[in-house]
């Protein structure tokens, strides 16, 4: 079959490596994809269609005879790409918009958190600032203030104490820096502890659980500075071991799907649980309703069963025929490397050196983000340029954790580009 992935980023890129693997795919498309997916193999082409043009991609899927679609990013699931691809007899791996909701509302996602009671934060939701701000005047303790809808993973801010609470406020209520996800805010307790993320596959019945991995959301080593949309990944993770992983089954996931169901909005396709493991036990701390990035290119460099396989069980409501997925014992360690300023603004168009050289170090895969091709005179060169914050995902395996994380940055030595910088302590956690 052929197979349209919607996205561009690295997680994407990995989507697409993945499923052209399988012996059931012909041909693999990606929209918009970046360099990597543009020069990755001739089984894998990019397509000049933007991720929110969902009459563009109804088009081509239907007169390229895609066989499956499978949609990367949280931003046209929330918009409800799944339903449009529905409603036209389209085969499309992902929520509905109302069920996306889980991650496109926070507020919505609390709701749902409570009435299935499931661990997690004290809250409360305002729409107004004001009102946030004098909920804030008697507490002194560190809070978590959110902004209610996407905004690329930079919408939660972590403050120590009352200064900085009222300070996050008037970030997301008056100087507007998430725009239309911060028209309402949830404020809510900080929990302390360690953070995981554990994801899984379900089709609203039969819940297929994967491996768990850590993000390293800070920008900075030692886990300081502003929230990004994640520096790195790793899996497995030592912290969650068989029974806590059937304890996030019981006490999390069930309950999740479960009342989603109850509340008319049936959930299908990944749900990727971030947990806070604290000492009371795992706690979540929000929902995502698609594979994590960079968590998705760890995980799928361990897969090893037919995704495209798995994708359509679920579809079709048909799991629980679904072996339980094969994993590759070997860790897998992910670097990602960034453009200077990154999260905060940054340039692009930036040449990158070292790709093919990163290409040979043993046990490693170079996923790309933020890149593109930037066209040249002569017609046999290829010039990869930056076009992104998060611009590659170095991907490597090992033996042990500490093998991995060599074979990752023994590859991220190699590629070099005018302000490219990462984080230089991915996976060290696992080895405290």
């Given at each position: 079959?052929?197979?349209?992935v919607v996205g561009s980023g690295g997680r994407e890129h990995a989507l697409a490596w993945k499923l052209a693997g399988s012996s059931r795919v012909k041909r693999v498309f990606v929209?918009?994809?970046?360099?990597?997916?543009?020069?990755?193999?001739?089984?894998?082409?990019?397509?000049?269609?933007?991720?929110?043009?969902?009459?563009?991609?109804?088009?081509?899927?239907?007169?390229?005879?895609?066989?499956?679609?499978?949609?990367?990013?949280?931003?046209?699931?929330?918009?409800?790409?799944?339903?449009?691809?529905?409603?036209?007899?389209?085969?499309?791996?992902?929520?509905?918009?109302?069920?996306?909701?889980?991650?496109?509302?926070?507020?919505?996602?609390?709701?749902?958190?409570?009435?299935?009671?499931?661990?997690?934060?004290?809250?409360?939701?305002?729409?107004?600032?004001?009102?946030?701000?004098?909920?804030?005047?008697?507490?002194?303790?560190?809070?978590?203030?959110?902004?209610?809808?996407?905004?690329?993973?930079?919408?939660?801010?972590?403050?120590?104490?009352?200064?900085?609470?009222?300070?996050?406020?008037?970030?997301?209520?008056?100087?507007?820096?998430?725009?239309?996800?911060?028209?309402?805010?949830?404020?809510?307790?900080?929990?302390?502890?360690?953070?995981?993320?554990?994801?899984?596959?379900?089709?609203?019945?039969?819940?297929?659980?994967?491996?768990?991995?850590?993000?390293?959301?800070?920008?900075?080593?030692?886990?300081?500075?502003?929230?990004?949309?994640?520096?790195?990944?790793?899996?497995?993770?030592?912290?969650v071991d068989d029974q806590m992983l059937r304890w996030i089954e019981e006490r999390v996931l069930v309950p999740t799907v479960h009342t989603m169901n109850s509340n008319g909005t049936?959930?299908?396709?990944?749900?990727?649980?971030?947990?806070?493991?604290?000492?009371?036990?795992?706690?979540?701390?929000?929902?995502?309703?698609?594979?994590?990035?960079?968590?998705?290119?760890?995980?799928?460099?361990?897969?090893?069963?037919?995704?495209?396989?798995?994708?359509?069980?679920?579809?079709?409501?048909?799991?629980?025929?679904?072996?339980?997925?094969?994993?590759?014992?070997?860790?897998?360690?992910?670097?990602?490397?960034?453009?200077?300023?990154?999260?905060?603004?940054?340039?692009?168009?930036?040449?990158?050196?070292?790709?093919?050289?990163?290409?040979?170090?043993?046990?490693?895969?170079?996923?790309?983000?933020?890149?593109?091709?930037?066209?040249?005179?002569?017609?046999?060169?290829?010039?990869?340029?930056?076009?992104?914050?998060?611009?590659?995902?170095?991907?490597?395996?090992?033996?042990?954790?500490?093998?991995?994380?060599?074979?990752?940055?023994?590859?991220?030595?190699?590629?070099?580009?005018?302000?490219?910088?990462?984080?230089?302590?991915?996976?060290?956690?696992?080895?405290?």
């Amino acid at each position: 079959m052929n197979i349209l992935v919607v996205g561009s980023g690295g997680r994407e890129h990995a989507l697409a490596w993945k499923l052209a693997g399988s012996s059931r795919v012909k041909r693999v498309f990606v929209a918009p994809g970046n360099a990597g997916t543009a020069t990755e193999g001739s089984d894998i082409e990019n397509v000049p269609i933007k991720e929110l043009e969902f009459p563009k991609l109804l088009e081509f899927a239907k007169q390229n005879k895609i066989g499956l679609t499978v949609v990367g990013s949280e931003v046209p699931l929330c918009a409800g790409i799944v339903d449009v691809f529905d409603r036209e007899g389209l085969r499309i791996f992902g929520p509905s918009k109302s069920a996306a909701q889980l991650e496109g509302s926070k507020s919505f996602c609390k709701e749902i958190l409570r009435r299935g009671d499931v661990p997690t934060a004290i809250y409360n939701v305002f729409t107004g600032g004001d009102e946030a701000i004098q909920f804030l005047q008697n507490r002194d303790n560190p809070i978590v203030v959110k902004a209610d809808g996407l905004a690329a993973g930079k919408g939660v801010i972590v403050c120590k104490n009352r200064s900085e609470s009222i300070e996050a406020v008037h970030r997301i209520k008056k100087r507007r820096e998430f725009g239309e996800a911060g028209d309402r805010i949830v404020i809510e307790e900080r929990l302390d502890g360690e953070e995981v993320s554990v994801l899984a596959i379900t089709d609203g019945s039969t819940i297929l659980m994967l491996q768990p991995a850590q993000d390293h959301k800070p920008a900075f080593d030692g886990d300081v500075g502003p929230n990004t949309g994640g520096m790195g990944a790793y899996s497995p993770v030592p912290i969650v071991d068989d029974q806590m992983l059937r304890w996030i089954e019981e006490r999390v996931l069930v309950p999740t799907v479960h009342t989603m169901n109850s509340n008319g909005t049936p959930f299908k396709g990944v749900l990727y649980a971030g947990l806070m493991i604290t000492k009371q036990g795992p706690k979540v701390l929000e929902y995502n309703v698609r594979f994590g990035d960079p968590e998705c290119q760890p995980l799928l460099m361990r897969l090893n069963c037919d995704l495209v396989d798995i994708m359509e069980a679920t579809i079709d409501g048909k799991l629980d025929s679904i072996r339980m997925p094969e994993w590759d014992a070997r860790h897998a360690v992910c670097v990602v490397m960034a453009s200077k300023g990154y999260p905060n603004e940054y340039e692009t168009g930036k040449p990158i050196r070292g790709l093919d050289d990163a290409a040979k170090i043993p046990n490693t895969k170079v996923f790309h983000a933020g890149t593109a091709i930037e066209k040249t005179d002569n017609k046999d060169e290829i010039k990869i340029i930056t076009n992104g914050g998060r611009v590659l995902g170095v991907t490597g395996l090992g033996e042990t954790i500490s093998d991995a994380k060599f074979a990752a940055y023994s590859a991220v030595k190699k590629i070099r580009w005018d302000g490219a910088w990462c984080r230089k302590d991915i996976s060290d956690k696992a080895t405290k």
